[in-house]
Each structure stands twice: as C-alpha cells, then as structure tokens.
C-alpha cells in the first residue's frame, strides 16, 4: 500500500490553491475589508453573511457557527472525503503531480471519488452513443426541439442505448466493479445481476456546483418503453434530488453576478434558456422546488438583500398552479425579490424558442409579475367575483396570503392591490388580513436557526463558554492587544521579524488574548511559510481556539494591504512602548528600596538609561 502524502507536498498544493476559488465554486463571495471577502455560510443557513474568507491565509471562518479552517478541511466537510482525496482532488485540479512516503502511485479510492469516478465514466459513455446509428431516434427528438450537436455537446447530452449492459460491460472493462455502479445508482439489481438503468433514453449529466457528474435524468423515447416518461439516478451517497439543481453548474457565475436565477421545469427548458440568453436558468431533478434549493441558491446568489430576482417559470396548467402555491410557501426564505413569468399561450421555454426563436424567451423576464400578485390571482380564480358571497369567499381565501407578507411596507400595499382586485372596500380587506394574522400560523421558517454575526454561543457541545471577539471587553488595553494579533495573523508574512518577534514575547493583560499570543509567538519563526498562521490558531489552546480563529478572519481596519502592514506594525511598537513602560515603572520602584552607592542600585540606574534608549529608538521609528 501506498504511503502517506509526503508533507511538502501537501503544503506545496495548498500554497499554490486560492482557497476564493474552491469556496467561490458554491458560495458567492464579495469584498469585506482589505484581503478579506464574506457570503452566506454553507454550513448552516443564515439571512446575513457571516461567512468570511482570507485568500491570502488560506483560512474560511464563520462568525455565526464557528465553522473554520483550511481548504483542505472545507473540501473534507462539504465533498465528504478523506484528507488524503481532499489532497489528491486539488493536486489534480492544478496538474502537480504527488509523491508518497514510499515512492508509490496514488492509491485507489473506494468511497465516494470512485463513485465520482464512475458517473463520469457513464457520462462519457452516454455522450459518445450519441454518435452511433441506434441514437438517430434521440438525435431527432433533440433536433425537433431546437438543439443540435453543438447544443448537446454544451451540456453533456447522451444516449443510452437499448441493451441491458451496454454501460454496465463498458465501465467493466474500466475497472468498476457492480458493487461501485449499484452505489453510483448506475444499474439495477436484477435475479440474474446487475443490469443497465437507463435503456434506450435520452440522457443528461446532472452536475453538482462544482461541475462534477453526479447522477443523470433520462427521458423515454421509444412506445414500447412501459417505464416512466423521466427517470432519474435515485438516491445515492452523491445524488439527493431535495438539494441538486440541473445547470447551477453552467449557471452559477452568471446567477452570482447578476444576482438573479431563473427557475425553470425541465431540461430542455433549461438549454432552450442558456441557448437564448438566460443564462441563469436551472431546473430541478424529479422533485419539487424546496427549502433546500432554496438554501444551495442563497449562497450562490448571495441573498444578503431584497436587490436580487428569483423568476419562476410555471406552466398555467393546473399542475403548475399548484406548483407555483407549493413554491410560494417557500420562496419567503428568500431576500431577494419572487417573480413569476409564463410564456403565451402557455409554452414553455422550450416550446416558445422553437415556436417564436430566442428573442420571445428573453421576452419572458419581461412579462414577470410578483409573486405575490400571481399566487392571489390564482386564489380568488375560482370564485364569482361578480356576488357579495364570491367576493368574501375569495377575500377569506387570499387574505392569509398577505398576512404572511412580513415586510411592513409590502402589506398595506398588497391590502389595496388586493381590495382592488376583488373591488371590495380597503378597510374591508385590512381587518381580514389581520384576522387572518391573528388566527392563521405564522411561517416561522424565515427565522435565522443561527445567531447573527455579532452574537455568540455561550457554551460548546462540551459546556465550556467559548470566547469570541464581541465577549472582549471594551477598553483600550483589550483593543490594542486584539488588534496588534489581528495585524500580526493577517499580514505577519510582510513584517518585520525584528519587531514582531519582541513585541510578541511580551506578556498580554486579557487572559483570552494572552492564550491566542502564546500559540501566535510559536509560530513567529514560520512567518514566510505560507499556511503559518492557520497553523498557528490550531496551536491555541481551548476555549480560545475560536477567538483566534475569529481574529485571523476578522476585518482588519486599513485601506490596502500597505495601510494595513503600517498600521499593525505601529500597534506592535506600541506594545512594545508598553512593555518598556511597564519594566521602567517597576525599577523606578525598586530603585527607591535600595542604596543608591550599592551594585543593585548602579545596575538598575544603568538598565533605566538603556530602557529610555531603547524607548527613544521605537518612538523614532514609529514617527
């Protein structure tokens, strides 16, 4: 067996990682201060972005879970993988080749980058089956519906072929086993073994954020297949229908930029969007649109204000009304604005590209109308507003509609959009709307699970209260000693050894801060190394682990990175200043106890004389 990754290697790939690009991937990040950039956490769900990170040490933190660590340790928690494939998955990304402990190859995987392995092996399967002749039936059905070779190229489009082991003796031969593909959700288990999942059907790769092939969505094509229209990879260790979204990974740069994200129904319809110009389009896979995508889209768009669009496509069908209500009770987790658009006559992206080109499916964004107004409309649609019962039956059934409109702007306006609506006095409506608040539930889901930023959890899992920078005291002895290690773990790498060195062997006066300055001066010697200063807050000890975690991605006040290495190379010296303030107060006292003739006398007077040398040097070179 192949040995452990040697060490310099391991450093090597996370010193040539940005760790902004690998988060990028699934949490859309913007600037919060000089070298430092914030989203939305993804390890829990949160309204206002608590989630910082700083490029340049390598190092994430999250001010509202404590969440943190390195680019290693984000891969492990969010992809599920070992160390060792965390570092094998990065290396890979930049093509550095890996040396192990006794000189072997890389080892084989089991887990989950084999089931990685796999699906992307029956990606390019699929893809290369549409070329053959048994695909024409699936080249046509695309072609009839606007997308030709290039177009199925873009998204990876395939075909599965009609045999029963087709893909299963391709991967075969590729090294997997049917254990690996039955866990890949890539065959059936049948009496006689595994068989092919997918037959004789059109095939897309569904991709995670990261633009990795988990699972895939098939639709039947032939009249003698008796199995569903669609049929997807069921759940697997990779595949969970509630939280993948088809195309986020073609669409979440642009949804990041434009902070707007355009939900459609199917996959076509998603190409028929990304093909006109919408290139923020995404469908989900064989469920319906929930909280959980929900919170996948918040960190990609960076939900954190009411400035972003989320537009959903709904067929005027009766399913995609009760579509659209099923939505509605969810789309309030979002901060960003809800629309809904439907195409005329009733097409979809799809169908409306095919009937009237790419210009009508861009038209669409154009026709969208809130949320709000959709889902009241489809309320008060089946009552005869034309009677005195029509109209009080369709206000008792909109009104809980508005009542859960917790914006206090947004509710008195939709109480006279509302009674114009239905053609009923204003005040009529406003004492329904606030029955309804009184006596309905109320969405508590809107509420934050997660303290904000500026709170703090009293006591870990382990009843020890955790220090964090809002429970420091105010005072300016605590501010000087926090920001003089905020400046040494954020920019040590550029400072001058000669002065952080001195400054940190002095003792600090908040216990709190005197345990972070311990595990920092450790590290002192290790400045130039990239990664040190992760390091050195895994050094401190508990419970103030968090504190210096907080402080090395907290934002540090200055302009640019020179402002910044100024001003924390000044607080330094004033720590030094306070040092030797605090030496000479004390000889002064001890001064007056001895004779003044005597040899301790002369070694104090002498070591006075050097104090204020050394003193007049560092106020020289601060000034």
């Known amino acids: 067996m192949p040995g452990r990754i040697r060490q310099a290697d391991v450093d090597e790939v996370k010193a040539r990682t940005n760790i902004a690009d690998i988060i990028g991937e699934r949490v859309a990040l913007k600037s919060a201060g000089v070298g430092s950039l914030k989203g939305l956490c993804p390890f829990h769900d949160e309204r206002s972005p608590s989630f910082n990170v700083r490029p340049q040490a390598g190092f994430y933190h999250c001010f509202g879970c404590g969440e943190s660590g390195d680019v290693y340790s984000f891969l492990r928690a969010m992809d599920h993988v070992s160390f060792t494939e965390a570092v094998e998955k990065l290396a890979g990304r930049i093509g550095y ?41 699936a080249r046509r059905f695309l072609g009839q519906r606007g997308f030709d070779a290039g177009a199925a190229g873009h998204f990876g489009v395939g075909y599965a072929p009609k045999g029963w082991e087709g893909m299963t003796k391709a991967l075969r031969t590729q090294g997997f086993t049917d254990e690996e593909l039955s866990s890949a959700g890539l065959v059936s288990q049948g009496q006689r073994g595994v068989y092919d999942r ?74 028929a969007c990304h093909l006109a110009g919408i290139t923020t389009a995404i469908a989900t896979c064989g469920t319906a649109f929930g909280a959980d995508h929900i919170t996948v889209l918040r960190r990609v768009m960076g939900d954190d204000s009411t400035a972003g669009e989320v537009v959903f496509t709904f067929d005027p069908d009766a399913a995609g009304q009760k579509a659209a209500l099923r939505a509605f009770a969810d789309a309030k987790r979002f901060n960003a604005q809800t629309y809904v658009a439907t195409g005329p006559e009733g097409l979809d992206p799809c169908d409306l590209r095919l009937a009237r080109g790419d210009g009508a499916v861009r038209g669409l964004m154009e026709t969208k109308v809130p949320m709000v ?123 001058d050894p000669t002065l952080v060195a001195p400054a940190l062997e002095l003792p600090f006066r908040l216990p709190p801060l005197e345990a972070v300055r311990v595990g920092v001066a450790g590290a002192v010697p290790t400045m130039q190394r990239p990664g040190w200063s992760v390091d050195a807050v895994a050094t401190v000890r508990e419970p103030y682990r968090s504190l210096a975690a907080e402080l090395l991605a907290g934002n540090f006040p200055a302009l640019d990175d020179d402002a910044a290495v100024a001003s924390a190379s000044d607080l330094l010296r004033r720590l030094v200043l306070r040092g030797l303030d605090r030496e000479k107060s004390e000889l002064l006292g001890a ?26 040097t560092v106020a020289d070179e601060a000034s």
């Open 591 to 616: 001064i007056q106890r001895v004779p003044a003739d005597s040899e301790e006398g002369r070694s104090i007077r002498l070591r006075l004389r050097e104090l204020d040398a050394r003193r007049q």
């Open 373 to 495: 107004e959709f889902v009241l409309d489809q309320r008060i649609a089946g009552f005869d507003l034309a009677s005195v019962e029509g109209r009080v039956g369709a206000l008792r059934t909109a009104a809980p509609v508005v009542a859960e409109l917790r914006d206090p702007l947004l509710q008195p306006e939709y109480i006279r959009v509302l009674a114009r609506r239905l053609g009923m006095d204003t005040e009529d409506v406003r004492r329904e709307v606030e029955r309804a608040a009184r006596s309905g539930p109320r969405d508590d889901r809107r509420r934050d699970p997660a303290p904000p930023a500026e709170q703090t959890t009293d006591a870990g899992d382990d009843g020890v209260r955790k220090v964090t920078l809002a429970t420091l005291p105010r005072t300016p002895e605590a501010a000087l000693e926090r920001d003089a290690l905020m400046g040494v773990l954020q920019f040590g790498h550029r400072m």
């Open 198 to 271: 997918f037959r004789g059907r059109v095939v897309w790769p569904i991709r995670d954020v990261t633009g990795q092939v988990i699972g895939f969505g098939a639709r039947r094509l032939y009249d003698d297949d008796k199995g569903p229209k669609y049929l997807n990879t069921p759940e697997t260790t990779l595949y969970k229908k509630t939280n993948v979204l088809y195309g986020l990974d073609l669409a979440k740069r642009d949804i990041s930029r434009e902070h707007r994200v355009v939900v459609v129904e199917g996959y076509t319809d998603v190409m």
């Open 97 to 137: 080749a890996l040396h192990y402990e006794d000189g072997g190859a890389a080892p084989e995987h089991t887990g989950r980058a084999r089931l990685y392995a796999a699906n992307s092996a029956a990606a390019e399967f699929f893809r290369t089956q549409l070329m053959t002749p048994e695909a024409d039936t």
